[in-house]
Structure formats: C-alpha cells, structure tokens
C-alpha cells in the first residue's frame, strides 16, 4: 500500500477481537498498535474450553445470539464464518477435535493447550508488523479533530482511528473492566445494563441444602427451561450440582436468559416417559425397590437425596408393587418437572462473558465504527452482542475483529 494511504492504528485490548482485527488492520499495510493493560496476550482466551479453546462453533449462525438488534450480527458472521477461523487453524497445523459429535454440537476444541491458538494469532500479528504495547494502561480516550488521542502515563500520542476491544466484566482476575462501556459513555453511546452470563447460578434454603450434599454430581442431558418467561427458552445439556447450586452446560446456556425472580423448570429424563418405564417394572418385578429401579437412570447419590428430599422415612424400603400412581407422581415431578427459583448467580467472577453492553444501534455493522464519533470503533464483548455456550462467542470476536479491520 502507498505511503501516503498508511494510517496510524490503536486497538485497546489484545484478547481474541482485537488481536484478530490488529492483524487484518496490518494486511492492509496499516501502521498498528496493540495495547492491553495485562502482561501477556488472550489471557481468556488461555483459560477458555478448559484450557483447550472452545475456539469456535461450526454450526454458528446469528440465531445463537443474544441482542436488543438481532439482525446486527448477521452480516458479520457471513462475512466471517467458522470455516474461514477453522482454515486458518489447520494453515497453522493446530490439530483439533469436536466435543460430543454424537450430539452434533458443532463445538471445535484444540487437542492440545489453548495456547496454540494465541501463539497462532501473534505469530499472525508479528508477521504482518503489528507493534504489542503489553502491560500498558490507557487513561484516556479522546478526539482532537481529525485525530483520535490516546493518554498513557501522561502523555498524549494521536491515532487516525481507534479500536475499542476490551471485552465486559467477566471474569475480572483476568483483567476485565468496563472501560469500553466507559469510553462509550463518553461519546454518547447507550449501554444495554450489563449482566453475568454463561454463569453458575445459586440458591438458599431447601435447594441450596440439596445441590450442596450433591457437590460434584453430574447429570447428562437434562432439559432446562424458563417457566416465567412467555417466551419458550430452552436447552438440553448437562447439568452439575455445587456447593452453591447448579452449573453445567445447561445451567450456564439458561443463565444468559434467566432474570431475577424467574422459575426455572428442569426435566433430568427428556427422553423417557418414566411413569411407563416404572409401570413396566411394578408388573414384570413388583418386589424391586424404587430406588434401585431410579439408579438405572439417575447417579445412586441423586437418588437417594431425592428421596430424603421428598418422601417418606420408610419408602426406601417399600417394593414397587407397594407405590400407588399417585406417590409415584409425586416423585416423577421432582425429577421431570422439578421447578426451582434461583436467589441469584455467581456474578461477574465465574461468568464466561457479558450480557448486554454497548448499543448496536449506534455502531456500523460492516465497518463496527461508532456513528457518534468519526474514527472510533467498538468490536467483540464489549458489544450488545452475547453468544451461546460452545465457541459461538468466540466465533463473534473472530468475526467482529476481521470486519472491522479489513475495513480500516
């Protein structure tokens, strides 16, 4: 690119948007600069999948998305789908496996460490020359017409265009903040209220007593929906019980849409029709215990909570024959209709990204710059923009960065 067409870049936040924005930016021949007040590059990135990277979904579309715009997403996502992150993957010889096939989950997962994935997007950024400010605060943000200015250590240092890509407020011993919301503010964006997602929830009382005896219990595929909610949200997945209340796949996907003082209902059977399935035992084996028939379907540790929980002292010891319809009722909905109302979740410490944020409304979504202030952009998390379990947000920062910087 000739000279004179060379602009001076800032991007605000080396986590997976702007490291993939800074290296498009710097394609194009732009002069790039990444900053990031943490020591090292995609810290959540590193802790992500379990320290493998869920690095994206291969499924992904806009439906696996929570906004106020729904339609925002959409042209991005196209322009950048999972197969193009995945061709860079396998360019970089990063080997990688999908959790569940057998479910058809879509979720890529890097057969080795996390770091694969940040070491293949600097080795991106270093080849094309984007310069890394590392360890680097910023103080400020400002226009000096026709410039951007950034303030560090107190003294100022002026961009053609800046790039806000610092994520929301979770997981804050990584680093986060709500500096991009902040920036925003600044400028006269609206910021949709931010709140945990992907999250833990947690209880009191009765169900707090019965998750926290249960610590580390799993159970496979259970349903999830939100009864308050008109709206039919649902998930199936995996649920774990804690010592502060329920986690798991299908905990956290529920929890981007749970609101304080909602009920949530859980079916741990989906996929059975248990009054039939214990009906045919009462008349082939009548002398079976309950409990025993249940353990065939639910860990022995459940089981014998659930019945401390919500049957009589001596019903353990009762053979099937012995059980009316109706007590078998009683037992059926606490396992297929168990309905419970969440105190709260484990808040920003334990959520895996943010809902809410900045207003897309006022955002470009083909070059993601701010329609209030020329030369400012706002990429990734930080958005109004919020993703599914299972590598969709991921997929959302490869594709916000790569738009926004092939743009630049």
């Known amino acids: 690119m000739p000279k004179n067409n060379t602009l001076k870049i800032a991007i605000i936040g080396a986590g997976a948007a702007g490291l993939m924005c800074a290296i498009e930016a710097s394609k194009k021949g732009h002069d790039v600069s990444l900053y990031d007040h943490a020591e090292k590059a995609g810290e959540k990135i590193r802790i992500s999948g379990?320290?493998?990277?869920?690095?994206?979904?291969?499924d992904c579309t806009h439906e696996n998305f929570i906004s106020n715009n729904k339609h925002f997403c959409k042209s991005p996502l196209s322009r950048y789908p999972a197969e193009n992150f995945i061709s860079l993957v396998e360019n970089h010889q990063i080997s990688y496996h999908e959790k569940h096939p057998e479910r058809k989950t879509g979720q890529l997962f890097c057969d080795g460490r996390s770091q694969e994935i940040i070491d293949m997007l600097i080795h991106e950024c270093q080849s094309n020359n984007v310069q890394f400010y590392l360890n680097t605060a910023i103080d400020e943000v400002n226009q000096s017409d026709p410039k951007m200015t950034l303030t560090i250590k107190g003294k100022n240092y002026e961009f053609d265009k800046v790039v806000i890509a610092t994520g929301g407020p979770s997981i804050p011993k990584m680093g986060a903040s709500d500096f991009g919301y902040r920036i925003a503010r600044q400028f006269g964006h609206e910021i949709i209220t931010p709140e945990p997602a992907l999250v833990p929830l947690t209880f009191t009382d009765d169900t707090l007593n019965f998750t926290k005896n249960l610590s580390g219990v799993s159970i496979d595929s259970v349903l999830i929906r939100n009864k308050t909610n008109q709206k039919t949200t649902q998930f199936?997945?995996?649920?774990?019980?804690?010592?502060?209340?329920?986690?798991?796949?299908?905990?956290?996907?529920?929890?981007?849409?749970?609101?304080?003082?909602?009920?949530?209902?859980?079916?741990?059977?989906?996929?059975?029709?248990?009054?039939?399935?214990?009906?045919?035992?009462?008349?082939?084996?009548?002398?079976?215990?309950?409990p025993k028939i249940l353990t065939r379907y639910l860990p022995a540790r459940f089981v014998d909570a659930l019945f401390d929980r919500v049957m009589d002292e001596n019903d353990k010891q009762k053979n099937i024959a012995d059980y009316s319809d109706k007590k078998l009722q009683i037992l059926i909905d606490n396992i297929q209709a168990w309905s419970i109302k969440p105190n709260g979740t484990e808040g920003y410490r334990k959520a895996e990204v943010t809902r809410g944020g900045i207003n897309t409304n006022d955002i470009d979504n083909k070059t993601f710059e701010s329609k209030k202030q020329q030369g400012l952009y706002f990429i990734g998390e930080v958005l109004d923009v919020t993703g599914h379990l299972g590598g969709h947000n991921f997929q959302w920062a490869w594709a916000s960065g790569f738009c926004c910087g092939s743009e630049l």
């Open 50 to 58: 379990g320290g493998r990277c869920n690095f994206t979904n291969k």
């Open 236 to 290: 199936k997945d995996d649920l774990l019980f804690t010592h502060r209340g329920l986690s798991g796949p299908a905990i956290l996907q529920i929890s981007s849409y749970w609101n304080a003082g909602e009920i949530l209902e859980i079916n741990l059977l989906p996929d059975i029709d248990l009054m039939a399935a214990l009906k045919q035992v009462k008349s082939e084996n009548p002398k079976m215990k309950l």
